[in-house]
Structures are given as structure tokens and as C-alpha cells.
T-cell receptor
Framework: IAGITQAPTSQILAAGRRMTLRCTQDMRHNAMYWYRQDLGLGLRLIHYSNTAGTTGKGEVPDGYSVSRANTDDFPLTLASAVPSQTSVYFC???????????FGPGTRLTVL | RKEVEQDPGPFNVPEGATVAFNCTYSNSASQSFFWYRQDCRKEPKLLMSVYSSGNEDGRFTAQLNRASQYISLLIRDSKLSDSATYLCVVNDSSASKIIFGSGTRLSIRP
């Protein structure tokens, strides 16, 4: 792995299903983030983690949960997907909350 | 008022032209600032950080005006490959808030 990866690349999901988006980084960054990007609304922060073992809510956390069991992984879970969660999801990491963020390639999620 | 505002564009300029974007922010306690570039259907990538004294990287110059609460990006001698969306990012670490602007679309024509 070089940098930050996300899986899956894209997914079509039936409403009501549970889905976990995976994010892994190998840069030993302390902070990790999940964003969604929708046309006209830009990037919106869903959840973040400043260090392993801690998480926080961003601007649009409802319907999503995260965990940070270790430094490298930061999965995002949709417990019961709804069509309004159709979006492109980006994971990012940074060595501190002050510094620049590095983004994964994104996951395109469609909820029908 | 949005916390971070950008002119969405699109800016359509000829190759070789100079183009400038501004981004305004509402929280005077904001502490760090960045410009990112995002190509269509790709992830955002850091273009440059913005320092209080202003900074330059080749054809790109970034400036911060704390008194008026805006940051700017100037691109000189624009290339076709500069066509992208440019996002400004404002980071208020004391409030654990990272805000991305909605982006300014730039299209360079031959």
C-alpha cells in the first residue's frame, strides 16, 4: 500500500441494507476523516478521528458511524442505507489536525 | 453567510492568461489555510498551503489577508493542464472544524 486506499471503488446498494466503506492508510497519520461530496455542496465532513481510539462528529454525521481501533484503519458504516446517502465518499488522513490532508480515491455509492 | 465561500465559476480563460480566485472565510479564529486541486471524478490533492507572508510555487501564488478574511490563488501563464476545480480549505483546529469551499471551476482553452 502506498498512501491511502479505499474499498470498494463503487457500490450499488438497496435501501435498508448495511454497508461498510473501508479506508486504510500506511503513512502512520494520527488523524483520519470521512467526507461526502455532492454536486453543488462541496465536501462535507461526516466523522473524524484525531488519534486511534477517538472519534468525533462532523457536519453531517446522522446515519453514519465510524470506529478507529488502530492507526491505519477508519471504516465508515451505514447501518441502514437511504437514497439520500447516494454520494461520493472520500477518506483522508493527516499527521495532525493542523496539517494538509491526503485523500483516498473515493467510493461511489448509489442507494436505490 | 457560509463559513467558506468561493465563486463557483466557471472561469474560462485562454492559455497563457493570468487568473485569480478569492475565497472568503467567516471565522477569524481560523488557523491554517490550503488550496486543493480536484480533477473531474478524482480525489482532491493539495496544491499549496497558504502562509501569512504569502507563498509562491512556480506559476502559483497564494496569499492570506487576515484583516479582510480571505485567501487568494493566482495562476500565471496558465496551461491546459490547469483546468480543474480549485478548493479552498480553512482549518480552525481549536474548534476541530475543517471547512472546504465548494470549489471554483477553471477551464483553460487553447
Amino acid at each position: 500500500i502506498a498512501g491511502i486506499t479505499q474499498a470498494p471503488t463503487s457500490q450499488i446498494l438497496a435501501a435498508g441494507r448495511r454497508m461498510t466503506l473501508r479506508c486504510t492508510q500506511d503513512m502512520r497519520h494520527n488523524a483520519m476523516y470521512w467526507y461526502r461530496q455532492d454536486l453543488g455542496l462541496g465536501l462535507r465532513l461526516i466523522h473524524y478521528s484525531n488519534t486511534a481510539g477517538t472519534t468525533g462528529k462532523g457536519e453531517v454525521p446522522d446515519g453514519y458511524s465510524v470506529s478507529r481501533a488502530n492507526t491505519d484503519d477508519f471504516p465508515l458504516t451505514l447501518a441502514s442505507a437511504v437514497p439520500s446517502q447516494t454520494s461520493v465518499y472520500f477518506c483522508a488522513s493527516s499527521d495532525s489536525s493542523y496539517n494538509e490532508q491526503f485523500f483516498g480515491p473515493g467510493t461511489r455509492l448509489t442507494v436505490l | 453567510r457560509k463559513e467558506v465561500e468561493q465563486d463557483p465559476g466557471p472561469f474560462n480563460v485562454p492559455e497563457g492568461a493570468t487568473v485569480a480566485f478569492n475565497c472568503t472565510y467567516s471565522n477569524s479564529a481560523s488557523q491554517s489555510f490550503f488550496w486543493y486541486r480536484q480533477d473531474c471524478r478524482k480525489e482532491p490533492k493539495l496544491l499549496m498551503s497558504v502562509y501569512s507572508s504569502g507563498n509562491e510555487d512556480g506559476r502559483f501564488t497564494a496569499q492570506l489577508n487576515r484583516a479582510s478574511q480571505y485567501i487568494s490563488l493566482l495562476i500565471r501563464d496558465s496551461k491546459l493542464s490547469d483546468s480543474a476545480t480549485y478548493l479552498c480549505v480553512v482549518n480552525d483546529s481549536s474548534a476541530s472544524k475543517i471547512i472546504f469551499g465548494s470549489g471554483t471551476r477553471l477551464s483553460i482553452r487553447p
